[in-house]
């Protein structure tokens, strides 16, 4: 059974939930970015560089979310659908 997928985050002050789908982003915070039209092309290049320069991988976990709220994000979060 395929389970539909929900995003909640704070997007400049304002909450919002978006549809999911891994079919169409690697993760929660390319879909965020994607509904909210910012180009994440500069962005990866830098996480990639991080991921090759980072001894841990909390470095790229801590790249990923100072960026995103940088960029005006908060909570980014999967919807827990309740039963």
Not at 11 to 18: A, G, L, M
Not at 40 to 69: C, H, I
């Amino acid at each position: 059974m395929l389970v539909a997928r929900q995003v909640s985050y704070t997007y400049k002050k304002q909450r919002k939930v978006i549809n999911f789908s891994y079919d169409k982003h690697r993760d929660l915070y390319e879909a965020v970015a994607a509904a909210e039209g910012i180009d994440l092309t500069s962005f990866l290049a830098m996480e990639q560089q991080v991921t090759m320069t980072a001894k841990r991988g909390a470095a790229v976990k801590n790249y990923r979310q100072q960026e995103f709220a940088r960029m005006g994000f908060a909570d980014i979060v999967f919807v827990r659908e309740e039963k």
